[in-house]
């Protein structure tokens, strides 16, 4: 079933040069891009995006980590976006990742990961995340030519 899900660039990842080639692996892959924001995260935007690690030992240094500098944030669209944006994103430590993921090719360290994914296991994340970073208005709704020799 086509899906939208959130990814994000993270300020490593903006840094290191490494937007480019993370919007063409999702694009080559065959996943639609229907909105994106090269931005910088505030204070009370990353501790609503992370909120669900509030209590975790790493929360400070996430937050600072995520809002010290911009993120190219995106929608991406497609059949079973956000599962197989996570699975082409590896694990969420590098050192874990294979290569050949994002995470496995560009990266070393748990704190230093280049990209954010919605969690295809929790319920919704990917809508409530969405909603987060774009109006509606943001988002744009059209068809790729190639979506006919895409899917059966
Ligand atoms: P995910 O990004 O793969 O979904 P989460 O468990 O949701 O992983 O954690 C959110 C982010 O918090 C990770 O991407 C990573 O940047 C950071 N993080 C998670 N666990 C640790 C840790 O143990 N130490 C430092 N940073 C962590
Ligand atoms: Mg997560």
């Known amino acids: 079933m086509s899906e939208r899900t959130f990814v994000m660039v993270k300020p490593d990842g903006v840094q290191r ?5 993370i919007i063409s692996r999702f694009e080559t892959r065959g996943l639609k891009l229907a909105g994106a924001k090269f931005m910088q995260i ?7 995006h992370y909120g669900e690690h509030e209590d975790k030992p790493f929360f400070d240094d996430l937050v600072e980590f995520i809002t010290a500098g911009p993120v190219m944030a995106m929608v991406w ?14 694990e969420t430590d590098p050192a874990d990742s294979a290569p050949g993921t994002i995470r496995g090719d560009f990266g070393l360290d748990l704190g230093r990961n280049v990209i954010h994914g919605s969690d295809h296991e929790d319920e919704g994340a990917n809508e409530r995340e969405i909603a987060l970073f774009f109006d509606e208005d943001e988002l744009v709704d059209y068809d790729r030519i190639d979506a006919e020799w895409l899917y059966e």
């Open 17 to 21: 040069g490494l937007i480019g080639e």
């Open 42 to 48: 505030d204070e009370d935007l990353a501790h609503e």
């Open 77 to 90: 669209e497609g059949q079973d976006a956000t599962r197989q944006v996570r699975r082409m994103m590896g």
